[in-house]
Nanobody, 116 residues
Framework: QVQLVESGGGLVHIGESLILSCTIS????????LGWYRRAPGQRRDLVAS???????KYDHSVEGRFTISRDNAKNTLYLQMNNLKYEDAGMYFC??????????WGPGTQVTVSS
C-alpha cells in the first residue's frame, strides 16, 4: 500500500528553482501537520519546512525566505516551492507527518542536486 510518493526533484544550477510534490494517502494527509524533510549526503534526515492543517508554516532558518510549503487538501498533495537554490539544499527530500515521532513509513524520496 503506497502512502507517500515524492516527485519533482532533479539537477539544477545554483539560483534556479524546483517544485517538489508529494502525494499522500488520505488517512495520513487528513488532520495531520505535514513536513518536508531533507537528508543530505552523510547526514541525518532533518525537517526543513512544515505546515499545519490550518496552513500555518514554519521553516528551518537555512531555507527561510526561499522555500514555500503548501498543501492542497482536495488533492491530498503537499508541495515545496524551492527558489534560489544553493549547494547546501542538495539532498534527498521526503514528506511525512510532523513531528518526526509521528512519521509513518517513509516514501522513496526525491533527489535534489545543485550544481554550479
Amino acid at each position: 500500500q503506497v502512502q507517500l510518493v515524492e516527485s519533482g526533484g532533479g539537477l539544477v544550477h545554483i539560483g534556479e528553482s524546483l517544485i517538489l510534490s508529494c502525494t499522500i494517502s488520505q488517512n495520513i494527509f487528513d488532520g495531520n501537520a505535514l513536513g518536508w524533510y531533507r537528508r543530505a549526503p552523510g547526514q541525518r534526515r532533518d525537517l526543513v519546512a512544515s505546515i499545519t492543517t490550518r496552513g500555518d508554516t514554519k521553516y528551518d532558518h537555512s531555507v527561510e525566505g526561499r522555500f514555500t510549503i503548501s498543501r492542497d487538501n482536495a488533492k491530498n498533495t503537499l508541495y515545496l516551492q524551492m527558489n534560489n537554490l544553493k549547494y547546501e539544499d542538495a539532498g534527498m527530500y521526503f514528506c511525512n507527518r510532523i513531528p518526526e515521532w509521528l512519521t509513518t513509513a517513509w516514501g522513496p524520496g526525491t533527489q535534489v542536486t545543485v550544481s554550479s
